[in-house]
């Protein structure tokens, strides 16, 4: 699978026994399907998180390409913590881009205890 930003192809690794795809190049990550709930491991707050995202139509970024379907993905917003956090969400559903740093501020924004991933 190649990055969506920089085209470089992708290694697979494992994140608390899930695999994601890794961009060496930029430091991004692809998240499949399902894969964020895993590694939030706290159905009640995945679910929190996960219905909090919602598209930002003002949005001047380019739209980069899902790796999987090839569409153009959407630019939404994780939850109401400033600064404003955008990730790339395909829109058929396919999965998540995270730039380099982003999922750890998508598990800051969770709010989980110590004792989660």
């Avoid at 190649?2 to 899930?18: F, H, Q, S």
């Avoid at 692809?30 to 998180?49: C, H, I, T, V, Y």
């Avoid at 993905?73 to 990730?87: A, C, F, S």
Wanted: proline residues 5%; contains cysteine; aromatic residues 4%.
């Amino acid at each position: 699978m190649d990055c969506p930003v920089c085209k470089n192809a992708m290694i697979t690794l494992e994140l608390a026994e899930v695999e994601i795809d890794y961009c060496t190049a930029c430091g991004g990550i692809w998240l499949d399907a399902g894969e964020l709930e895993q590694l939030l491991d706290d159905p009640q707050k995945s679910k929190q998180l996960i219905g909090s995202f919602h598209p930002d139509p003002t949005c001047k970024e380019n739209l980069r390409k899902c790796p999987i379907c090839d569409k153009k993905m959407q630019k939404v917003i994780v939850g109401t913590g400033k600064p404003v956090l955008l990730i790339d969400r395909c829109r058929k559903g396919d999965g998540l881009w995270l730039d380099a740093g982003e999922l750890q501020s998508i598990i800051d924004r969770a709010q989980l205890d110590s004792e989660n991933k």
